[in-house]
């Protein structure tokens, strides 16, 4: 999962008038689990140290780049 949010962050880094909308979706009835390691590792590549260029939180909304605005659930 790191690399997918690290080539975004290497296309916005290359596209700085760009904008990338991300959605991230726990579908219930799959028969997969309610993971907690998966949403801690999400938490913790959000909150890396590299991540801080381009996320932003404020009020419960997360902004990528200062453009996108992806609401948390």
């Not at 997969?32 to 009020?59: C, G, H, M, R």
Request: some cysteine; hydrophobic content about 40%.
């Amino acid at each position: 999962m790191e690399d997918v949010f690290f080539g975004i962050y290497n296309w916005l880094d290359h596209h700085p008038t760009e904008a990338v909308l991300v959605s991230i979706n726990r579908e219930t009835n799959t028969g997969t689990p309610d993971d907690t390691v998966f949403y801690e590792k999400l938490y913790n590549i959000l909150n890396s140290p590299s991540a801080q260029k381009y996320w932003v939180q404020a009020n419960g909304i997360v902004c990528i780049s200062f453009e996108i605005i992806l609401p948390l659930t």
